[in-house]
Structure formats: C-alpha cells, structure tokens
C-alpha cells in the first residue's frame, strides 16, 4: 500500500454498476437508447442478453478492453444533448428502483460520518454525473469522450479504468485534501484492485471470483449486497447534497451490453 497517503479528512470512494446499483448503468438505458434512434433494436435485445452474462460473471481486462474499442466506434456521431436528455428523462424510471438498500444507507453512514462520497465508474458522466445527483455525491469520476460540434468523435480523451481509477483518485485526494490512509474504497471488479489498493480501507461489494479470493487473501472485507430498493422509499437521501463533478464523457459501460453484437455485425458486413 506504498500508494497511500495521509492529509486532510477521509472519504469515500465507490464504483457504480454491480456495487451501488444491481446493473450496468449504461446498459440500463439500452430500450430508451433505442427508442431515441441512437441503437438498433437487434442490438438493445443483445444488450439485455450481456446484461445477464455480465451480471453473472463480470468483466476481466480483456473484455474492457474490447469495450474501450467498440466504444470509440459504436459511438461516434453521437449527439450529446440527446444522450443527456434521454438519461434525464429516464433516470427516475430506470435506475431508482436499482439502487442497493446496503449501498444507499452506508453511503448515507458515510455522510453522517462528515466524509465526502465519490463516485468512480467507467461509464460516463451523462449517465453517471446524474446518478451521482441522485445519490448526494460530492465527486463524480468517469471516462471522458472528445465532442466535436456537439457530437462525439470517436475518440477516448480518458478512460477510467484500472490504473486510471488510482491515479484519478490521487488527484481528487490532493485536490480536495482527502486522507487516503483514512479512507475507504468499494468495488466487485478485480479490474479495479489498483482503486481498492489506494486506501487504507478497501471493501469488496458483490465481488467476482478473482476479487473474492484475492479480498481472501488480504483479509479484506467482504460485502453482500442485494435487495435493491428506489430512493423514493427513503427519507433525505435522494437529492439531499449537490455533486462536484471531476470527469464527463460517455463511458466504457455502453459497450458491455452491445460487444457481442458488434462483432456478429462486424463478420456480416465483411
């Protein structure tokens, strides 16, 4: 844990999808993707076949990385209002009743404790900074894309994932005056080893089968979460803190209900 380090007050950092909610974020939004004109509707089916497998097996490197790929070509053309424009008008519907009961009221246990909450995911801040709201974060961390006359490029400017998680985390930290040593991380992915090793006090949440033996291992703890419940059954939560958000762009998470698909459509084209 050479990377740890001490100043200011702890906080408290979370990844998204399978730690604080019960799906992909992004993949969450595949039938309102779908019905702006933004994918088709054999790929929004696709996506709900990899929701299942992602749900019951994760994503190692190799398959975030096929993400990344995708995402620069799925994506370009993009308009970017209309993708936040879907989000806001879906994110209530959607991602509400997703929300883990456990996450929710140790986010809240975080806050009374006088900790900031920050979010880090790989999916992007037009669907992440609006999550964040939702739950009261203070940051947001997330995959950036290049936007060009209002639609994406293709291009990844950032993307945050593994190391990157770590690094962005650190500068929060120094920027905010987090003590690291102090702080506390959570996560199911073994990807994100580098974020939970930043801390003093790394939790794994749901963990997959690398994470769960290698938590073992160090004798980290080992969380169970899963009764999601909507913010609307619970009393100032929802609403309740206004986030700074410290990265935006769409993110990796989009690709991960539709890789299958685009290869299939890849080999079809020739």
Known sequence: MDSVRSAGQPAAFFDLDKTIIAKSSVMAFGRSFYQGGLISRRAMLKSSYA????????????????????L?????????????????ETLHDLIDPLIYE???????????????????????????????ELLGADHV?????????GRYTGEIEYYAYGPAKAAAIAEVAANSGYDLASSFAYSDSATDLPMLEEVGHPCVVNPDRALRKEATARGWPILEFNN????????????????????????AGVAAGLVWYARRRARALG
């Open 72 to 88: 620069s070509q799925m994506c370009k053309g993009w308009d970017v209002e209309q993708v936040k424009a879907i989000v806001a």
């Open 228 to 251: 999601p419940v909507s913010l609307r059954s619970r009393v100032g939560l929802a609403g309740a803190r206004t986030p700074v958000v410290a990265a935006a762009g769409l993110g």
């Open 102 to 132: 456990e996450a929710a009221a140790l986010i809240d246990e975080h806050h009374s404790a006088g900790r900031d909450v920050v979010i880090v995911s790989s999916s992007g801040s037009e669907v992440v900074e609006p999550i964040g």
């Open 141 to 149: 961390i997330a995959t950036r894309m290049v936007v060009a006359d």
């Open 51 to 70: 929701q299942f497998m992602y749900l019951i097996g994760g994503a190692d490197h190799d398959q975030m990385e096929r993400m990344r790929v995708y």
